[in-house]
């Protein structure tokens, strides 16, 4: 069965501090990954997408890490803001039918 | 929210009674989706469609239908409201640039009592 993996569900930080939310996935066959962020009460805005062939992107200061192998992702938050206190969702696209498998998301609070 | 817009934003209703919830779009996509939102799950799909009149099943279908009679708008009706719809319903559309995101509205917390 496709199936995506968040952890940790929350976490809680302080402001200016690293954090890494990680994603695992089951999902064959693969074609792209991406992360979402979720503020509350609105809709998921895509941050960044990966492919197969890609193991590290970034968007400022997020980093995803893509093991295509281990079926594994990391979103990587540096120096964090008040701001970036979100739902952070992994996405996962079989390529067959564009088949969108999403994950149930990490909480992130940043606290000053 | 990148042109589309959800109406209405919070819906409270009686188990029993018809909802209809409304997509509106400015970018001319071809495809557009309805999704649910609760705690603990991941957005599970409604229904999709993929052009005027062309709409598919997605996941969670059952006690949901869904119209699209103009490129622009993309409705999702709830026949006989439950109390297990209630959830945040989202709207998106498909964007046509390489990675093909979605653009999401704001959604439309709709409890049904």
């Known amino acids: 069965k496709n199936q995506v993996e968040q952890s940790p569900q929350s976490l809680i930080i302080l402001e200016g501090k690293n954090c890494t939310l990680q994603?695992?996935?089951?999902?064959?066959?693969?074609?792209?990954l991406r992360w979402y962020k979720q503020d509350t009460g609105r809709g998921p805005v895509s941050l960044t997408i990966?492919?197969?062939s890609e193991n590290t992107k970034s968007n400022g200061r997020y980093t995803a890490t893509l093991d295509a192998d281990t079926k594994q992702s990391s979103l990587h938050i540096t120096a964090s803001q008040l701001s970036d206190s979100a739902s952070y969702i992994c996405?996962?696209?079989?390529?067959?039918?564009?088949?969108?498998?999403w994950g149930a998301g990490t909480k992130l609070i940043i606290k000053p | 929210d990148a042109g589309i817009t959800q109406s209405p934003r919070h819906k409270v209703t009686e188990t029993g009674t018809p909802v209809t919830l409304r997509c509106h779009q400015t970018?001319?996509?071809?495809?557009m989706y309805w999704y649910r939102q609760d705690p603990g799950h991941g957005l599970r799909l409604i229904h999709y469609?993929?052009?005027?009149?062309?709409?598919d099943k997605g996941e969670v279908s059952d006690g949901y239908s869904v119209s699209r009679s103009k490129t622009e708008d993309f409705l999702l009706t709830l026949e006989s409201a439950t109390s297990s719809q209630t959830s945040v319903y989202f709207c998106?559309?498909?964007?046509?640039?390489?990675?093909?995101?979605?653009?999401f509205g704001s959604g439309t917390q709709l409890s049904v009592l």
């Open positions: 970018e001319n996509h071809r495809y």
């Open positions: 996405v996962v696209s079989a390529r067959s039918n564009y088949q969108l498998i």
């Open positions: 469609s993929y052009g005027v009149k062309d709409t």
């Open positions: 990966m492919t197969f």
């Open positions: 998106a559309i498909r964007g046509t640039g390489a990675d093909e995101k979605l653009f």
């Open positions: 994603c695992n996935y089951t999902v064959s066959p693969f074609s792209n």
